[in-house]
C-alpha cells in the first residue's frame, strides 16, 4: 500500500539537483501515490524540468534566501504549508549540512521527531518503515513513526538509485517565508569551492583510497597519481585525514563521505568498521595491504599482500605503459 503523499528537500548546485536528491525523488515515486518537492533559490522554476523527469508533480518555491542560510527560512515556509493544511505523509531529507539543519528546525517547530542515518525505507499498512545500520554497519534495526507526523526521514546519500521515470516539468508553487525575526541573522559571507581535476568523491566509478598504510603524507601522491589514471577520485581513510594529510572532503567513511563506485582500490587500509561502512557496498573491491590478516580483505573481490610502496609504483607504470 502507497504512501499518500511525499514531500522531499529538493538541494541543487551549479544549477542542477543533487545526485542525492534525484535518489529520494525516486525511492519517494516508488512508495508514494504523490510525490512533491520543496527548493529554494533565484531560479526554482528552472529545476521543474528535471525534478518533475524523476517524479515530482509539484515544486514548492521558497524563493531566493540571498545570503541567509536555509536553515530558518525554508524550515519556517515548510512549517507553514503544513500548519496551512498541506501536510504530506512523510519528508526526505538528505543527509547533508543543509538537509540535518532544515530537518532539524521542522521537527522542532512541528513538534514531531526526526529518524536519521536512514539506509533503506519500506512501505506496508500505509506507513513506511525504516532502516538505520548500527554497530558499524553490522546490524540493521528497523524503526517506524507511531504519531500523526509527518514523518521526517534524514536519509544517507547512495541509499537509493537514481533513476528518471516521472512525467513532464512539474508545476511550481510560491511557498511564503513567515516572519522569523532574529532567528535568521546568520549570512554567509564568502564561499571557498574545492579545487579537483576528476569526478566529485562521491559521484566517480573509480574510486582510489589511501590509508596509514602509506606512511606518510607525502606517499599520498601516489592515490591521486592512480586515480587519476583511472579517471577516478581519490579518497582517505579517516587516520590520514586526522592526521592533516589530506583534507575531510577526502574522508571516505561513516563519519566522511558514502561512495559506491564500480570500482574501489584500498590502499594501505586495514579496514576499520568507520571505513567499511562508507566503501562496502562498491561494486568491486581491490584491496592492497601488506597485513594479510587486514579486516579489508573480508569484504575484498580481490586482494593482494604486498607492500603499497612497491605495489602501486609497478601499477602506475603498467598503466602509462599501456597509454
Not at 148 to 166: L, Q, T
Not at 198 to 209: T, W, Y
Amino acid at each position: 500500500m502507497a504512501i499518500d503523499k511525499i514531500w522531499v528537500l529538493a538541494e541543487s548546485a551549479d544549477g542542477a539537483p543533487t545526485p542525492v536528491t534525484l535518489e529520494l525523488l525516486t525511492k519517494a515515486r516508488e512508495v508514494g501515490s504523490t510525490v512533491e518537492a520543496v527548493a529554494w533559490g533565484a531560479d526554482v522554476a528552472s529545476l521543474a524540468g528535471p525534478l518533475g523527469e524523476y517524479g515530482a508533480t509539484t515544486v514548492y518555491d521558497v524563493g531566493d534566501i540571498g545570503d541567509a542560510l536555509p536553515g530558518v527560512p525554508v524550515a519556517a515556509a515548510m512549517a507553514e504549508l503544513i500548519k496551512g493544511g498541506d501536510k504530506p505523509d512523510a519528508i526526505f531529507f538528505a543527509q547533508s549540512y543543509e538537509g540535518r539543519d532544515i530537518a532539524g528546525r521542522l521537527s522542532a517547530k512541528l513538534d514531531t521527531p526526526v529518524l536519521t542515518n536512514v539506509t533503506g525505507l519500506v512501505a506496508g499498512d500505509g506507513a513506511l518503515s525504516s532502516e538505520h545500520p548500527v554497530f558499524g554497519g553490522n546490524e540493521i534495526v528497523t524503526a517506524k513513526f507511531t504519531g500523526d507526523g509527518p514523518a521526517i526521514f534524514v536519509i544517507r546519500a547512495k541509499s537509493f538509485a537514481a533513476e528518471p521515470g516521472g512525467g513532464g516539468a512539474a508545476s511550481v508553487t510560491a511557498a511564503s517565508v513567515p516572519d522569523v525575526a532574529s532567528t535568521n541573522t546568520a549570512k554567509v559571507v564568502a564561499r571557498h569551492v574545492e579545487e579537483r581535476s576528476g569526478p566529485k568523491l562521491d559521484e566517480a566509478a573509480v574510486v582510489v583510497s589511501g590509508g596509514r598504510g602509506l606512511g606518510e603524507a607525502s606517499n599520498y601522491a601516489l592515490i591521486e597519481e592512480l586515480a587519476k589514471l583511472l579517471h577516478g577520485a581519490a579518497g582517505a581513510s579517516r587516520a590520514i585525514v586526522d592526521a592533516g594529510w589530506v583534507p575531510y572532503s577526502h574522508q571516505v567513511g561513516q563519519t566522511g563521505k558514502t561512495v559506491k563506485p564500480n570500482v574501489y582500490v584500498a590502499c594501505g587500509i586495514s579496514g576499520a568498521t568507520q571505513h567499511l561502512v562508507g566503501m562496502k557496498g562498491s561494486k568491486n573491491i581491490v584491496a592492497i595491504n601488506k597485513d594479510q590478516e587486514a579486516p579489508i580483505f573480508s569484504v575484498a573481490d580481490l586482494g593482494i599482500v604486498g607492500d603499497v610502496h612497491k605495489v602501486l609504483p609497478a601499477l602506475i607504470e603498467q598503466l602509462k605503459a599501456k597509454g
